[in-house]
């Protein structure tokens, strides 16, 4: 059984001594250490080796003592097994090829062996598994069929997403069969990442704000809910987090995907969400990753804040204290280590 539970029981929205905290791209370019064994080997290589996705997914853990660990990974690995070219050029960007634009382009992708296709994730979930002997839980996660759609369809990174959302727009049945195709592809890969050893769920859809309102609950939130709903039905105790960035005007609809904690950004008050969503799940977030810019004093007054804003805890209430986005390349590990320290110590009198 895990010796820090933490995470598991806020997500649950079951009482805690403190609440937990971790971070997104925690296993990333500020730590020294992950640099370091990222001199040896290109990104999608240190994805693809188990032993190496291990070793940089506990160096928070160890350095930080953050309350949970999150597998290293990347959201296209979906999109690769699916069967277009990844490249994932730090200095360059993204590229996938050929971009899916027509019928016969979604004809071609293929509906991944997960065990085949992405083993080497499932792999690195064992390892990471045994190495963490237990100490903090491990979330596995995807993209979401929105965003892994976008990359598909514009063949990379976009502005203003115009591929994407011409075929929305003009082939509305021909995006919906893609995103369901993909859709397809996550749910599975969700449920094998917790057959491998994961004990909660984020789900990334990194471009969800590119959508209107209307156009979220038609072509994202639905195949969401799916998602959701494959994992539930295969494993009902696994929590599930959806990160709809800066979708902060819908909670309640992404709420209703069945999900247990809504991931929040940084420009909505924490105290305006749990208002909205009335402790129905439990809230992720959610500090400005820049922040962390900020003088050691800076930061522990945000953190105290943000938990002063989110309140006191009831019998139902739920907090992972979390950044509004990924922590940023050039943040100091002190800064980081700081906050983490301080929301142990601060977030208790609020319990």
């Known amino acids: 059984m895990l010796k820090n539970d933490l995470f598991i029981r806020a997500l649950k929205r079951q009482s805690c001594p403190r609440t937990p905290i971790w971070v997104m791209r925690q296993a990333g370019r500020y730590l ?3 640099r370091a064994v990222r001199e040896k080997t290109d990104f999608l290589t240190l994805c693809k080796t188990p032993e190496l996705a291990c070793e940089v997914t506990i160096q928070p853990v ?3 003592g953050v309350d949970a660990a999150i597998i290293f990974s990347d959201i296209l690995v979906v999109n ?6 990844v490249e994932i050029i730090e200095t360059k960007g993204i590229k996938l090829t050929p971009p899916i634009r027509s019928q016969a382009d979604i004809d071609k992708l293929i509906d991944p062996d997960i065990d085949e296709k ?3 994730v499932l792999d690195a979930i064992r390892l990471t598994k045994k190495e963490l002997n237990d100490r903090v839980p491990l ?5 979401a069929a929105w965003t892994l759609f976008t990359y598909a369809v514009e063949g990379g990174g976009s502005k203003n997403y115009a591929f994407a959302k011409k075929m929305m727009y003009r082939e509305p049945q021909m995006a919906h069969q893609l995103l369901q195709k993909i859709t397809t592809c996550i749910s599975a890969y969700l449920i094998k990442q917790v057959e491998a050893g994961a004990d909660a769920i984020q789900i990334f859809d990194s471009w969800a704000s590119a959508l209107s309102e209307d156009d979220y609950r038609e072509f994202a939130l639905p195949y969401i809910k799916q998602n ?3 994992v539930k039905a295969a494993y009902p105790e696994i929590p599930v987090i959806v990160f709809a960035k800066d979708m902060n005007t819908i909670l309640s609809d992404i709420a209703d995907t069945g999900c247990e904690a809504v991931g929040l950004g940084w420009n909505i008050d924490i105290a305006k969400a749990r208002k909205e969503l ?3 799940v439990c809230l992720q977030g959610n500090m400005d990753p820049t922040v962390l810019y900020g003088t050691p004093e800076k930061i522990k007054s945000e953190a105290a804040k943000i938990l002063k804003q989110f309140g006191q805890h009831t019998e139902n209430s739920g907090h992972v204290f979390n950044l509004g986005h990924g922590i940023l390349p050039d943040v100091d590990p002190a800064n980081l280590k700081c906050l983490v320290e301080f929301v142990k110590e601060e977030s208790a009198k609020y319990h």
């Open 32 to 34: 020294p250490e992950y």
């Open 278 to 280: 009335n402790d129905r």
């Open 80 to 85: 690769e097994a699916m069967g277009m070219n």
């Open 228 to 230: 959701v709903a494959a």
């Open 118 to 120: 992405l083993g080497y």
């Open 139 to 143: 979330i596995g996660f995807s993209g």
């Open 62 to 64: 160890d350095l930080m």
